[in-house]
């Protein structure tokens, strides 16, 4: 090798490492003893995201306010203890099957399959031990990103085939938290992978996320029943409290009578996004005034489920003792639609032999003045 080779080699391992750092710690130990471990990834302008192997859980994630200062804007837990109490699901990978299954249960290939009901007669986020419960396997990737592997067994939570699943965390210099989702299978299957972060652009436990800005990139959404399943009906969001098209405080008409509203409590509802092309494209858009925080999703999903903490009573006490009320924070769960093993004509969530499931979505932080 020439010197003249050497150069260039030297340069782009000094941007890496002085740009961007992980580093890791143990976290807790699950009941039956296996540790736990935290990862955080930092980049350049001092961003910060803790991930925990149990769950990929995201724990916490510091961005900056207009003048700089660095807060903590998801909800989670300082003692990793928190996260085996039943789960509000706090930033966690959640799967098999984001969001709900009716009646637990579902038909591929002819055969019937049957999930634990841990939603009422329905089946929620995976069921009774879905990817927020389970133990990742990490991988520090340059120090850049985490990779997270985990092989879910054949008739897992009921589940159909081994399905080998890869999500990789990278925290960019542009203020970027990316999440890349992989996965295989050796038997017809059905998936719907996201991640449930709460949000709360003011800073976790500063109150509640009614006067936060919301735009969503979607024409229409799926009502559902009061099970909250989807009804198999894609309606318009014209006219209803539903059309975040334009930017509308997340309060403004959540308290309204419509039928959609009263049933979620709220919004807890499927977005179906107004999509160009098959790659990366604008879901959302959150402001929160005060701090100045802007937080962007784009992902290669066909829908977002926007979630209002709707269950969030105030009997959870987070990051340092703080009551987590009612509305407290927001998810914007980028995914398929919910119960799309049980409606055909919504877009398939199989995934065959031999084909590669892979979904991106990244979460984009800056701030306006
Ligand atoms: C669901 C809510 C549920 C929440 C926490 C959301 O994705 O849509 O109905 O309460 O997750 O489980």
Redesign the pocket.
């Known amino acids: 090798m020439t010197t003249r080779n050497l150069i260039p080699l030297t340069i782009v391992l000094t941007v890496m490492t002085t740009n961007c750092s992980s580093n890791h710690r143990e976290f807790g130990k699950t009941p039956s003893g296996e540790s736990v471990e935290l990862y955080t990834l930092k980049n350049a302008k001092g961003v910060e995201a803790a991930i925990s192997t149990y769950g990929g859980v995201v724990v916490s994630l510091k961005v900056p306010d207009r003048t700089g200062a660095l807060g903590d804007i998801v909800l989670g837990f300082d003692d990793f203890k928190g996260y085996l109490l039943p789960?509000?699901?706090f930033g966690a990978i959640i799967g098999r099957y984001?969001?709900?299954i009716a009646h637990a249960a579902f038909t591929l290939d002819g055969v019937e399959y049957h999930l634990f009901k841990n939603d009422g007669d329905n089946s929620?986020?995976g069921g009774k031990r879905g990817f927020d419960k389970v133990l990742w396997t990490p991988k520090s990737l340059n120090g850049l990103a985490l990779q997270l592997t985990y092989l879910s067994k054949d008739g897992e939570e009921g589940y159909p085939g081994n399905l080998s699943v890869t999500v990789v965390y990278t925290l960019t210099d542009n203020n970027e938290l990316k999440i890349d989702y992989t996965a295989t299978t050796d038997k017809d299957t059905v998936l719907n992978l996201t991640n449930?972060s709460y949000f709360n652009l003011a800073g976790e436990g500063q109150g509640d996320i009614l006067a936060h800005e919301l735009t969503l990139n979607a024409d229409r959404y799926t009502p559902v029943d009061k099970g909250?399943i989807p009804t198999g009906e894609l309606r318009s969001v014209e006219g209803t409290p539903f059309d975040f098209r334009q930017p509308h405080a997340i309060g403004e008409r959540i308290g309204s009578n419509d039928e959609q509203i009263v049933l979620g409590g709220g919004y807890?509802h499927n977005f179906i996004l107004n999509r160009t092309g098959d790659g990366l494209s604008l879901a959302a858009r959150a402001t929160e005034a005060k701090s100045g925080r802007v937080m962007e999703v784009l992902t290669t999903q066909p829908a977002v489920?926007f979630?209002t903490g709707?269950?969030l009573d105030g009997t959870i006490h987070g990051k340092g003792g703080k009551v987590y009320g009612r509305r407290s924070a927001f998810?914007l769960?980028t995914q398929h639609y919910p119960d799309s093993p049980n409606h055909p004509s919504f877009p398939s969530t199989e995934l065959k032999p031999g084909e590669t499931y892979h979904q991106t979505t990244v979460y984009r932080f800056s701030t306006a003045s």
């Open positions: 789960p509000p699901y984001g969001n709900r929620l986020h449930h909250l807890d489920q979630y709707n269950f998810c769960e």
